[in-house]
């Protein structure tokens, strides 16, 4: 009996049900002073438009969080002071703060002038900034001064202004804080305008946890740019697997349907336990008889479940490799699931991330003939030290990133026994005629048709470039994130801000991706024994 079509709208998640907003009230907003240079004659007062403001009486947002996430604060909007740092990590952060009012200093101004030349990510950023705040100011009909409406290019959902620092501003800082330097000078106008806005509420936003720090020192307030954090807490974070409870089958099972189809066998569902699934996630049963499934395709209050490929058994090995643990034969499956074209495998060092997803490209290289060749990609961010200018070409200057390549290649190049020294060595040739390394530098305006692409360290990428990297994919290709998000060397990111929570986050529940934490590490005992106790 063939699977049923699949659904015309996503399941239904219980859980995911909004609870009631609170009582609305209007409140009047009252504009900001007009800032003048000191000597400029006085404008002609002018009428401000009517305008009201839709407040909740909730408790005050964090900076920088989408609509929705936060509920709206009564009284007059916020004025959020932005750090260059956080126009460089969001370019359309000026867009990200609801109704209240975005201030840049002119300090910001220059820094964001320094940063603008070369071909760098930063640098890419700080050109899109500079636009975005030359469209502004073009489309603007009021004074700048009188501040210019966020909305004005389509952005809806940005109902405040942006203030531009007109006049100077000086706040009374400590002696001992260098004047000259560009956090101490947004500072001073961060005391400034708290002075000079003594009944509204003045906030600093920065992604430097220094200049947050000597902010909240000098009484200021401060806050984090969180716009962009999938997670408060990575405990949280879609593991991909399911355990179910022993009563199952008493509780899930009345009405269950079963046949075959292609190899695989299904069962259809109905209970409870369908409005907390979510497709392509795994589910397993371990109280005497062995039961592991993955849900493909949850339709109302009733899911189908197709029973896993063992990959742990000798006869299903790839490329010479069987999985090891529980979580290691799931990430396999979603390998080598023909209609799965994006996974993600999270896992601390030694899990086997990298061998896995190497396995599996060869296999479906080399073997099966279903992708042309492999990508291998990474963030370049060093652990200590920059080794300084590489010589050679694109691949050769990607060697040295690419360590963990060379040693999986070399594993999976012995597990043929019998193939003797000539046989590997030949072996080996082919295989590096199939494998091109790539640098993240140029990756933009590129198409990969039928490849299979491994993104490797994805946890050091932001959500725009991995978004950039994703978004190459082409008819046939199928892209891989690996990574260890307790392993975090680009500055500004954190756990639940990494492109790679990021993206299991958006694509959990699709019916072409999965996700996989690894949870036991196989490399060696003395490697899970150092992760433990060090």
């Not at 720090?213 to 593991?239: H, I, M, Q």
């Not at 907390?276 to 949850?298: D, K, M, W």
């Not at 299979?452 to 994130?481: H, S, W, Y």
Request: net charge positive.
């Amino acid at each position: 009996m063939p699977l049923p079509k699949a659904p015309t709208k996503p399941a239904t998640l219980l859980t995911s049900i909004p609870t009631e907003l609170a009582p609305i009230e209007r409140v009047q907003h009252t504009p900001l002073p007009i800032l003048r240079a000191p000597g400029a004659p006085s404008p002609q007062p002018t009428r401000p438009p009517p305008s009201t403001r839709l407040a909740v009486v909730e408790s005050k947002p964090q900076a920088g969080r989408s609509p929705g996430k936060k509920a709206r604060v009564i009284g007059e909007p916020r004025l959020f002071v932005l750090d260059t740092n956080v126009l460089l990590h969001d370019p359309t952060s000026l867009f990200r703060f609801q109704e209240h009012d975005v201030f840049l200093p002119m300090m910001t101004l220059e820094e964001l002038d320094s940063q603008k030349k070369g071909m760098s990510e930063v640098a890419r950023s700080a050109r899109q900034v500079s636009r975005t705040l030359d469209s502004l100011v073009a489309s603007s009909k009021t004074p700048i001064e009188e501040g210019i409406p966020l909305a004005a290019l389509g952005n809806k959902d940005a109902a405040g202004r942006l203030i531009f620092q007109t006049q100077a501003l000086v706040g009374a800082l400590p002696d001992s804080l260098p004047a000259g330097k560009a956090d101490n000078q947004i500072l001073g106008v961060v005391r400034a305008l708290k002075d000079l806005h003594a009944t509204r509420d003045v906030v600093l936003v920065s992604k430097d946890i220094n200049m947050r720090v000597k902010a909240r020192v000098l009484g200021l307030p401060a806050e984090d740019y969180t716009n962009d954090k999938v997670l408060e807490d990575t405990d949280l974070l879609y593991s991909g697997v399911q355990q179910l409870p022993a009563s199952f089958w008493d509780k899930n099972g009345k009405g269950m349907e079963s046949w075959q189809h292609g190899g695989f066998t299904y069962y259809r569902i109905n209970g409870p336990i369908v409005s907390g699934l979510l497709v392509n996630q795994f589910v397993y049963q371990e109280n005497g008889t062995n039961f592991y499934a993955q849900v493909r395709e949850i339709r109302g209050k009733s899911a189908v479940l197709r029973v896993l490929r063992d990959y742990t058994h000798a006869k299903n090995a790839v490329w010479g490799v069987t999985a090891r643990n529980r979580e290691q034969s799931f990430a396999l499956n979603l390998l080598m699931d023909p209609d799965c074209d994006f996974v993600t495998l999270i896992g601390q060092a030694g899990t086997g991330k990298t061998l896995l997803t190497l396995a599996a490209g060869l296999s479906q290289t080399l073997e099966t003939k279903r992708f042309s060749e492999i990508i291998v990609t990474r963030a370049t961010v060093p652990v200590g030290d920059d080794i300084g200018f590489l010589p050679g070409t694109e691949e050769e200057k990607m060697a040295p990133w690419m360590g963990a390549l060379e040693d999986n290649l070399e594993v999976l190049n012995k597990t043929d026994e019998n193939a003797g020294e000539w046989g590997r060595a030949a072996t080996n040739d082919l295989i590096r005629t199939r494998i091109r390394i790539k640098s993240l530098n140029f990756m933009r305006g590129r198409t990969f048709i039928s490849k299979f692409l491994i993104i490797d360290e994805a946890q050091n990428l932001t959500p725009r470039q991995m978004k950039t990297l994703i978004t190459r994919a082409g008819p046939g290709t199928k892209v891989i994130c690996l990574g260890n998000i307790a392993q975090i060397d680009t500055p500004y990111l954190t756990e639940g801000s990494s492109g790679l929570t990021y993206v299991v986050d958006r694509f959990k529940g699709w019916q072409h991706s999965g996700h996989v934490t690894l949870q036991r590490g196989e490399r060696s005992r003395l490697a899970d024994y150092a992760t433990e106790i060090l």
